[in-house]
């Protein structure tokens, strides 16, 4: 028998895994996937870039690099942010292998066993999984319509001994609420923390697929502001803008924490690919980036709104959502005691999947609510798919 490490041993596929391993029919539609879709990758581009290396960046594309990243990279996306009004010259920017890298390496630079954190319910799975490998004590602060219940975050602070070690919250097209944080909840936020030493860690995958361009001045980030006496770490990624399989994201923090999560990265993989690298580095540099994402939003924004009218189309009464504005989801609110898995199970029979709500709750508990994701599938699938679902939900909840 192999003696597994402390914080391995509750490691489990979950439950959702396995009945979704079930769902194998070559014709299910999935809702399921927080992934772009295949048929959106800029292929051209890519070959073009890659076509377009001297002999020299090749090598360099093969080749070992710095563990905060290759400064041709550092420089272009420091651009790129310092447009977002991100403050790049302040701060220290550093590469990581995928946004989730970076919610890794921030939780084993701050989490000892059974240290409290602040998270949201619902929240984003990778990060609940990240802290819970590290053996963090999640406190759960509850989403409302425009963010984290405030009342109920300052009330956990000042009950929670010791206090919590950081905030981590996503404030853009929440992953898997849907939701945009409004400037009244980030700025309660700055207040409550003030001066608690509670860094906050912002992660922002989504922000550039925002539906309609009215939203960005409520989307500004609590790192743009940088708040006087909050460590800020502000966390993105080229997944959602270019392709998930480059395992490209980055950090963006004040000094001291670059410093540690730089001797942290070197142990984990001393660097991210230098060929993913390189392809982000030109993708910015030549400005496919701005043009790329604003095709891709075009999409997204034409399946959110065929999800929005499916939903409301087919859905009993009973259930509600918030409009998406931008991102991949829908977040679906069922009656109390009305069992997701129960409708999953149904709908995979209907030849429909989608992601249950207790898998985004901290608790592990909380399951009267699905996330709909509208990212991978087109949009006559989309109208296929959801009256499924909503016969799904009839039949489980009446
Ligand atoms: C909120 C959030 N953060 C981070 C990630 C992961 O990003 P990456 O692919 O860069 O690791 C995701 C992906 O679904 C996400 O939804």
Request: glycine share 6%.
């Amino acid at each position: 028998m192999s003696r597994f490490a402390n914080s391995v041993t509750n490691l489990r596929s979950s439950e959702i895994r396995d009945l979704m391993s079930l769902a194998t029919a070559p014709n299910i539609i999935s809702f399921a996937g927080g992934m772009p879709g295949n048929e959106l990758f800029p292929l051209e581009t890519i070959d073009q870039i890659y076509q377009s290396l001297t002999e020299k960046e090749k090598q360099i594309a093969l080749q070992y690099g710095p563990t905060t990243g290759l400064p041709s990279l550092l420089e272009s996306l420091s651009g790129y942010l310092e447009k977002k009004g991100l403050p790049v010259k302040t701060n220290r920017l550093i590469i990581t292998t995928g946004a989730v890298q970076a919610i890794h390496i921030l939780a084993k630079a701050f989490i000892d066993p059974k240290d409290p954190i602040v998270v949201e319910t619902p929240s984003f799975i990778g990060a609940l999984s990240a802290f819970r490998a590290y053996e963090a004590n999640l406190i759960s602060i509850p989403l409302k319509e425009d963010g984290m219940d405030t009342l109920q975050l300052k009330k956990k602070l000042d009950s929670t001994l010791p206090a919590p070690k950081f905030l981590y919250y996503t404030p853009n097209f929440h992953n898997p609420a849907g939701i945009i944080y409004s400037p009244k909840v980030k700025q309660e936020i700055v207040e409550i923390l003030r001066d608690r030493e509670i860094p906050i860690i912002e992660d922002d995958v989504y922000s550039d697929l925002y539906f309609y361009e009215e939203d960005l001045s409520k989307m500004r980030l609590i790192k743009a502001e940088d708040p006087e006496g909050i460590d800020v770490c502000y966390i993105g990624s080229f997944s959602k803008i270019l392709g998930p399989g480059l395992r490209l994201g980055w950090m963006l923090a004040p000094e001291e924490i670059y410093q540690k999560c730089e001797l942290i990265k070197q142990t984990i993989d001393a660097c991210s690919p230098s060929i993913s690298q390189v392809i982000a580095d030109k993708f910015i540099r030549r400005g496919d980036v701005y043009n790329y994402t604003a095709s891709v939003r075009q999409e997204y924004k034409k399946r959110g709104l065929a999800m929005i009218e499916a939903l409301e189309t087919s859905l009993p009464p009973y259930v509600t959502f918030k409009k998406p504005r931008g991102g991949f989801y829908t977040w679906l609110q069922l009656p109390e005691g009305c069992d997701a898995t129960a409708i999953l199970k149904r709908s995979i029979e209907k030849g429909v999947v989608f992601v249950t709500g207790k898998t985004f709750d901290p608790d592990a508990i909380k399951n009267n609510s699905m996330r709909v994701s509208f990212c991978n599938t087109d949009v006559e699938t989309i109208q296929k798919g959801v009256p499924l679902i909503a016969e799904a939900i009839q039949e489980v909840c009446g």
